[in-house]
């Protein structure tokens, strides 16, 4: 079991940068691939970033590749979302989520392989 809490989330205008943490609580957490997923009004919940167990291995959509970084702490059971060059179009609410697998060498993008998620966070980019 995993229990995710994100925080960090606000407004900001466009250009600018927010970082997102998300807290985690488990035993599986050292273990478990990340993802960070986005959703904005009237459109599905999307893949944005993610990172495996050990911190080696990111994938982003490449609608943020280059300008977010997704990063982990596992011993402070933590993993970020730095978001740069902000765009109005990031306007979401972003979540934190837990792959279901273990030591899975490879990021995943498909919502239904991860198993465990935060309540999620309000990012809002002005124009």
């Known amino acids: 079991q995993v229990q995710l809490v994100e925080s960090g989330g606000g407004l900001v205008q466009a250009g600018g940068s927010l970082r997102l943490s998300c807290a985690a609580s488990g035993r599986t957490f050292s273990s478990a691939n990340m993802g960070w997923f986005r959703r904005a009004p009237g459109k599905e919940r999307e893949f944005v970033a993610g990172?495996?167990?050990?911190?080696?291995?990111?994938y982003y959509a490449d609608s943020v590749r280059g300008r977010f970084t997704v990063s982990r702490d596992n011993a402070k059971n933590t993993v970020w979302l730095q978001m740069n060059s902000l765009r109005p179009e990031d306007t979401a609410v972003y979540y934190c989520?837990?792959?279901?697998?273990?030591?899975?060498?490879?990021?995943?993008?498909?919502?239904?392989?991860?198993?465990?998620w935060g309540q999620g966070t309000q990012v809002t980019v002005s124009s």
């Open positions: 990172i495996n167990w050990s911190g080696g291995s990111t």
């Open positions: 989520a837990a792959d279901g697998s273990a030591y899975n060498p490879v990021v995943r993008t498909p919502r239904w392989m991860y198993q465990y």
